[in-house]
């Protein structure tokens, strides 16, 4: 890392600004994408002192050499591409190129959907993982669900879509699904499942629906039934493929399905 690169995160750790881990991490791991504002020096030259930004093709312009790829590559290896186009020139014969972050643009990743903070984030370091992301945006709200929806325009060639369940994949300790992601991901968190309950209950209204949730805990959601009504009486309303409402006597051990309605008549005996 550059002597100015050092100086500037060395400022950055000292006031607090970021933790030592992430200034290493934003240099060596960031690459560099569309957008990104950069500032390339060549020590003991500074006439080639630019200020400049990616552009969509990754590319950047500069003096001497032209156009220079950069695109995808670490700090480190943009700068030693730089410096290799110089001396292989003959331009600079020890080129020591610096190239300073100025402004992460590139490589951002959308979060929506049910988190606290939804927007456009960057990547900053390398490998920056799926629930990383989620934990830079605040991560889901009380009434978001487990399930996550990671979209990519393009990955490996092709259009990419994976649905994700956050609380099974750490449970099973399946971390493999927790992938890096890459600029242009939109990270997606739906409405967390509920059901309705309403008639003879203490608490009529809707619910969240948990895992596996069954009818009998579905009715203790709403404290169970007032004097008048009855467990007997329980009928669930749900709509089937068709966007037919089928009306179902269910056993108390069968399970609630998302959007489902309880409803507890009440007792004439």
Do not use: C
């Given at each position: 890392?550059?002597?100015?690169?050092?100086?500037?995160?060395?400022i950055l750790v000292?006031?607090?600004?970021?933790?030592?881990?992430?200034?290493?991490?934003?240099?060596?791991?960031?690459?560099?994408?569309?957008?990104?504002?950069?500032?390339?020096?060549?020590?003991?030259?500074?006439?080639?002192?630019?200020?400049?930004?990616?552009?969509?093709?990754?590319?950047?312009?500069?003096?001497?050499?032209?156009?220079?790829?950069?695109?995808?590559?670490?700090?480190?290896?943009?700068?030693?591409?730089?410096?290799?186009?110089?001396?292989?020139?003959?331009?600079?014969?020890?080129?020591?190129?610096?190239?300073?972050?100025?402004?992460?643009?590139?490589?951002?990743?959308?979060?929506?959907?049910?988190?606290?903070?939804?927007?456009?984030?960057?990547?900053?370091?390398?490998?920056?993982?799926?629930?990383?992301?989620?934990?830079?945006?605040?991560?889901?709200?009380?009434?978001?669900?487990?399930?996550?929806?990671?979209?990519?325009?393009?990955?490996?060639?092709?259009?990419?879509?994976?649905?994700?369940?956050?609380?099974?994949?750490?449970?099973?300790?399946?971390?493999?699904?927790?992938?890096?992601?890459?600029?242009?991901?939109?990270?997606?968190?739906?409405?967390?499942?509920?059901?309705?309950?309403?008639?003879?209950?203490?608490?009529?209204?809707?619910?969240?629906?948990?895992?596996?949730?069954?009818?009998?805990?579905?009715?203790?959601?709403?404290?169970?039934?007032?004097?008048?009504?009855?467990?007997?009486?329980?009928?669930?309303?749900?709509?089937?493929?068709?966007?037919?409402?089928?009306?179902?006597s269910p056993e108390?051990?069968?399970?609630?399905?998302?959007?489902?309605?309880?409803?507890?008549?009440?007792?004439?005996?």
């Amino acid at each position: 890392m550059s002597y100015l690169n050092r100086l500037l995160l060395g400022i950055l750790v000292t006031f607090g600004l970021i933790s030592g881990a992430q200034a290493q991490g934003k240099q060596v791991d960031y690459r560099l994408g569309a957008g990104d504002a950069i500032k390339i020096s060549v020590f003991q030259n500074p006439d080639l002192t630019v200020e400049t930004r990616v552009a969509e093709s990754g590319a950047v312009t500069y003096p001497l050499i032209g156009a220079v790829q950069l695109g995808g590559l670490s700090i480190a290896d943009a700068e030693l591409a730089i410096a290799n186009k110089l001396r292989e020139g003959g331009f600079v014969q020890k080129p020591q190129v610096n190239i300073l972050l100025m402004q992460f643009k590139g490589n951002q990743v959308s979060i929506l959907g049910m988190v606290n903070r939804p927007g456009r984030y960057p990547i900053e370091t390398g490998n920056t993982r799926l629930t990383d992301m989620l934990a830079t945006a605040g991560g889901a709200i009380p009434s978001g669900g487990a399930d996550v929806i990671i979209l990519s325009g393009m990955r490996d060639g092709k259009a990419y879509r994976q649905e994700i369940d956050i609380p099974a994949m750490f449970i099973s300790g399946n971390t493999d699904l927790d992938m890096p992601v890459m600029g242009g991901d939109i990270i997606y968190v739906h409405r967390a499942p509920v059901f309705y309950i309403y008639g003879e209950v203490q608490r009529g209204g809707s619910y969240r629906l948990e895992r596996n949730m069954t009818v009998l805990q579905g009715l203790a959601q709403s404290a169970g039934t007032t004097i008048r009504g009855t467990e007997r009486g329980l009928r669930i309303h749900r709509r089937g493929a068709d966007g037919k409402v089928q009306i179902i006597s269910p056993e108390k051990s069968d399970l609630i399905q998302a959007d489902d309605v309880l409803y507890v008549q009440e007792s004439f005996f």
